[in-house]
Structures are given as structure tokens and as C-alpha cells.
């Protein structure tokens, strides 16, 4: 493993908490939820570390491993993005369902896969030329393109068909269906991206 590769684990690890937090308190969580929070900024570097140093351990005996724990690592980072413009759009308009919500969906996911190409390209699959090239990219916006179509139908159906369940508030639910998408999306991108955008 190499240097590039504990320190880009650090920076997502940090990303994630800065980006965490005004979330959190967004969400308007009880108080314990954004007390321990406070640490994330220590804590979240740590195991993204330690996860990706497991990873590479595993990956002397399953090779994709190491890929499979970066792109899931790039993947947590696109989330908190995806996150973070979403839950600032419903801040800024006090909308959390409907067809407003399913815009602001989309355009908080497009916002992470621009985070998601450059991270995806230089890091996890170590695409060395740094000229974007049209084809690549048009590849990676087709799977972009399936992928915000998982996102935004995925997110659309639990928010709004199945609608607030358990007592939980319209934001919180908004989120909920923002996280289902999430792990939906991730299997689509991960075989997308390294078998068509970033094969070698």
C-alpha cells in the first residue's frame, strides 16, 4: 500500500465528518447524536484508515478488495455530499417531498458524481492520463446517467409512495430515502465504473 493511499483514506475520512455534522443538526437530532458527533472529525479519519489498511490486507488473498474498499470509501464521500446539497435545498425551500424533492435529488446526486469521476479515476482505479477523454467520460455518463436514475426512483418511491413511516419526520424520511438509494446505486456503479468506464 502507498502513502497516497492513507492519506486520501484521511482526507475522505475528514470530509465526511465536516460535511456530517451541519447535517446532523439540520436533522435536528437529539442532543447525544450531535455531542458525539463533535469527535467525528478525529474519529472518522481513524477508521478510514484502518479500514483501508484491513482492506489491503485482504486483498494479498482477493485482489479486488482494495478497489472494492476505495470506491466504497469514495462512495460514503459522494454520499455526504449527495447529503449535504440535498438537506441545504430542503433548507433553503422547507420542501421535503413531492416533485420538488425528486429535482433537488437529482441535483444534489449529480453534484457527488462529479466528487465521484475524479475520486473513482485518480484514486480507486488509477487511471494515470488526466486529460478527460470523451469517450471516458461519456462512459462515465451513462453509468452516471443509470445511477441517477436508481438514485432519484429509488429515493422518489420511499419518500413519496411509501411516504413517512415509524413516527419519523418528513426531513428524516427525506434522508432515508436519500440512504435506500444509496445502497441501491452502489453495485451498479462500482461494476460500471471498473468494467466500462476505468477497464485497462
Not at 455526504?80 to 441545504?88: E, K, S, T
Not at 435529488?105 to 470523451?134: D, L, Q
Not at 469517450?135 to 452516471?144: D, K, N, T
Request: glycine share 8%.
Amino acid at each position: 500500500m502507498k502513502k497516497i493511499d492513507l492519506l486520501a483514506a484521511f482526507i475522505i475520512g475528514e470530509a465526511v465528518a465536516l460535511i456530517s455534522l451541519p447535517i446532523l443538526r439540520f436533522l435536528e437530532l437529539p442532543a447525544l447524536i450531535i455531542k458525539i458527533a463533535k469527535y467525528f472529525p478525529v474519529i472518522l479519519p481513524l477508521f478510514s484508515i484502518f479500514g483501508i489498511y484491513i482492506a489491503w490486507l485482504i486483498s494479498k488473498k482477493i485482489g479486488v478488495i482494495f478497489q472494492v474498499a476505495k470506491c466504497f470509501l469514495v462512495g460514503i464521500l459522494n454520499t455526504l455530499i449527495d447529503f449535504g446539497v440535498l438537506n441545504l435545498l430542503m433548507g433553503i425551500f422547507g420542501i421535503f417531498a413531492g416533485w420538488s424533492y425528486s429535482i433537488f435529488k437529482a441535483i444534489s446526486f449529480s453534484i457527488s458524481v462529479i466528487n465521484s469521476y475524479f475520486w473513482n479515476k485518480f484514486w480507486t482505479f488509477k487511471k494515470r492520463e488526466t486529460a478527460v477523454g470523451s469517450r471516458e467520460f461519456s462512459r462515465f455518463y451513462f453509468i452516471a446517467l443509470g445511477g441517477l436514475l436508481i438514485h432519484v426512483s429509488v429515493a422518489s418511491l420511499v419518500v413519496n409512495i411509501v411516504g413517512p413511516q415509524f413516527g419519523l419526520s418528513e426531513k428524516i424520511w427525506a434522508n432515508i430515502g436519500a440512504l435506500v438509494a444509496v445502497f441501491c446505486g452502489f453495485t451498479w456503479n462500482f461494476l460500471g465504473y471498473k468494467f466500462i468506464v476505468f477497464k485497462k
